[in-house]
């Protein structure tokens, strides 16, 4: 995939991955698209058959016309034959134990002897490929030779006995020149250090781990003194995720930027005191990788399901600031806006991610910091602010978003006040009295429909003469937008529209008001996004229909496709089947197209080159 | 949690401390707690160590989980920030805090119930971490303000007020924290002052975790004939074994205590806390024999008071995790970014 991308080709790559350690079966899927067209698709040019068990299932899944690469040591169960796919064979495992003599060598190179094969069937550029062995094993010289020599077998028996390269291959371009291969936990941690955050609490938990093992990489390279060795952050591994919540509340209280960084089952166990932060208003911020269902579910699988949860996680009356990242891009610029929105409000903010973006790599624009930044601390009194008031009062007088200027701890005498989740009234003071009570609420409540004003905007993209609006969020988007581009091709035009944060901004009521006909594109089964905009915008609910999809694989563009087609009526759907097809009638113009390769390897193929 | 504001009259004839305040400058609001109960004497007790050791209000953070107990920092120091959080959540609250600034001092109050039931895994927790901060459980066997169910310290065959009888072993938080590597373990009575105050002063210049479970009768729900942590029944069966004297630095030369019948443990930032000896041969220092001591003192039903344990030299969250000495909240931003030209740097090996 790393080939492919310095080729200057967009790519994507999903790992689909069961929840184990070690032993099952994993694929790796692999989209090339000559369009830029990267969402998943099941629509499989050529599988990488390495596992025996699953051959079966793998050999049915490739689209006719479509190739298997096989290992042809031992010959293949007829019964697996298809005739409308071409096999392609290569002795891997006679080859490899022909040329290393180690046992542990012998079945690691198999692996990357394919990674050769595909190389040649590709017209992967095999300069690209030994640049990258150089630098992933510069240390290790031995380990880089025989990795060489592994490629160099699979790819000379490629060049030897098919026809290379395939109908469909690759060509270099010139589309990634300006972007990364990242993935979205790495790009959030990295808005974090960014940020400036210094307290960082969570409990470990798949899909969201990797955000703090990041973090803390970044931080040993970034934040220690070179000289004593000191650190300028801190790390607690919580107990749990009441305490993790609880660690992040308390330094926020502080005046330190904290963050925790969980999936939903985490946040079904913070919810009180995000409550209780929401009320007393400290800031805090809260990543959450969603994945799928309760307690173990399907904790590797991906799935926008925290959507509700987050946006009124707790008790009693709350509401919170939830910003939904499409891809790891938005994830390190939403991280670092999520701190900012956090301290001016002086709330929870949450950045929901999930396990497509945060762990699988992606193809985004360069990163861009703009030295000029400075943390937007909000609203805090420094002693001499404090000094020429006439009195301080926690929660008065507010500004244009409804917000009231805090006071640290430390500070000085006059600024002290008593945080707490009893009732309190506009000054601070303690009260039951109902519309002293009420009068706060209603204060939290401007606060929360102000944050409109301030979070990241939705992204719009009209077509000349769309007779419907589709709103979708985060990871959602590259599916929907492919979805729309073939839509197009078959006459059928749709309006693009993509929320990237709660509360909704006026422009997303807009959007709504503007269309007849209106479809919510969104993982999960209950329609949450539905449900959300139902509820805080005015829309007629009656006009909002679903497209949903929510087995735990990222989105594909056909699911959305057919869900818009079969919602709109027979008199919209046409002919054509799924979006590669698309593809196709580029190919052969342009070099490039949809290649997928699903390989199958164990976890923690150590020397492994893919 | 309402309250009333407490006048503020400065009798002429008050003491004042190096900062130049009395002790009602330590004060906070009126308490609101029924009269008699025993957290309102800690209170005082608070009040008068933080007098005592001269600390300016504002440099403290008082942190609470709920219960009767949990309402006492509004009580004292009104100076001092304070946050009263959520039932049982105080320690995981205060870690964070701590983490964030080094340089306040700490106090959190607990109950039983907001300790040894919901909140034990945080206290655990924090105990694990040595988190510096001073930790005070008040332990009155019940949950007060939810009138006075068993909690989990509640003595076996202990009696209700409506005279159910406990049924199940009580958590006895010094042997746990003692279990768990605490390294300031102690035990005190709240209507022992003399003991009390200068046992809070030790605790709050230990340099880590200080742990101080203070038996505390609810008057209102255990205060009764057949309650094992009434006044009367504390006071029948207190055994103090140490009396405390807190020494700090300046006065150390000028003090005057007889060597042989003192134990001196002195404390990391040089300060030296004085122990005089009831007990024979008590030492607060050895894990070991402070284990089995309170466990026979225990089988006889005593309730052991004092500096229980005391180790100096026990490692600190931040210096455990060599975190900076500036506080992180004091950090500049600048050294916390790494800027636009390390991003570049950075992404070259995202290609
Ligand atoms: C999550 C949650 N559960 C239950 C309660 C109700 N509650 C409030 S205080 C309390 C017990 C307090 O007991 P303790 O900590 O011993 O304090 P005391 O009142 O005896 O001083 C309970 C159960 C709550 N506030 N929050
Ligand atoms: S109920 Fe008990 S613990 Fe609560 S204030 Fe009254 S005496 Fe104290």
Redesign the interface.
Known sequence: MQAI??MGIPVSGKNLFPSNIQGLPTWYEVRVNLRGHTARTSEYDLMVAMNAETYARDVREVRPGGYVLYDSTWPLDPALMRDDVTFLGVPYARLCNESFTEARERTLMKNIAYVGTLAALFDIDMDIVSGMLKEKFARKPALMESNAKAIQLGHRYALEHFECPLPFRLESMDATKDS???DGNTATA?GC???????A?WYPITPSTSVLDAFKG?CEA??V?KAT????????Q???E???????????????R?FTSTSGPGISLMS??IG?AYYAEVPAVIIDVQRVGPSTGMPTRTQQGDIMMCAYASHGDTKHVVLFPSNPRECFEFAVKAFDLAERLQTPVFLLSDLDIGMNDWVVP??????G???HRGRVLSKEELLALPKFHRYSPEDELGVAAR???????K????????GHNKLGG?T?IPDEYQEVMDRLLRKHRAARTIVPEAVIERRAGATFGVVTLGGCDPAVREALDVLEERGIRGNFLRVRAFPFGDEVEAFLAEHDTLFVVEQNRDAQLRSLLVMETQVAKEKVRSVLAYGGFPLQANQVIEGIVARLGAGASVNGTAPHTNGHAHAHTHGAHDAHDARQEPHGDEGGMP | ???IKKPVVRHPSLKLNQLGLTVRDYEGAMSTLCAGCGHDSITAGIVRAFFELDTP???V?K?SGIGCSSKT??YFL?????????HG?M???????????R??SYIGVSGDGDSLSIGL??M??AIR?NVKMLYIIENNGVYGLTKGQFSASADMGSKSKRGEANAQAPIDPVMLALSLGATFVARSFSGDKTQLVPILKAALLHDGFALVDVISPCVTFNDHEGSTKSYMHTRKNQVPIVETDFIPPAAEITADYAEGTVARVRAHDGSVIRLRKVGADYDPSDRTRVVSFLRDSQASGEIVTGLLFIDSGGTEM?RN?????TP??D?P?E??????A??EK??TS??
């Not at chain 1, 919540?245 to 502080?254: D, T, Y």
């Not at chain 1, 006071?407 to 005498?413: A, N, Q, S, Y």
């Not at chain 2, 995790?321 to 000495?325: E, H, L, S, W």
């Not at chain 2, 050294?335 to 636009?340: H, K, N, V």
């Open positions: 991308f310095r990364i291969l990242i990295l250090v960014y940020a400036g955050a210094t307290v609490a970044f970034y934040r003194d060795g000191e650190k300028r952050y801190c790390i607690l919580a107990e749990d009441l305490g993790a919540i609880g660690m992040v509340i308390g330094a926020a209280w502080n005046g330190a904290a009180e005191l209780l360069r990163l861009q910091w703009d030295d930044y400075k943390p006071t640290l701890p430390g500070v000085h005498e600024g002290a006040f008593f945080t707490r989740g009893s303690y039951e | 949690m309402s309250y209000p504002h440099m953070a942190l920092p509004a009104s100076g001092a920030h304070g946050f009263n959080s959520a959540r320690a995981a609250i205060a870690t964070g805090a701590a983490a964030a600034n340089k306040l895994g945080h655990a927790h971490r931040h995790a060599k975190t900076v000495t992180l909240v950090l931003f050294e916390l970014c790494p800027g636009s390390a991003l950075l992404q995202y290609r």
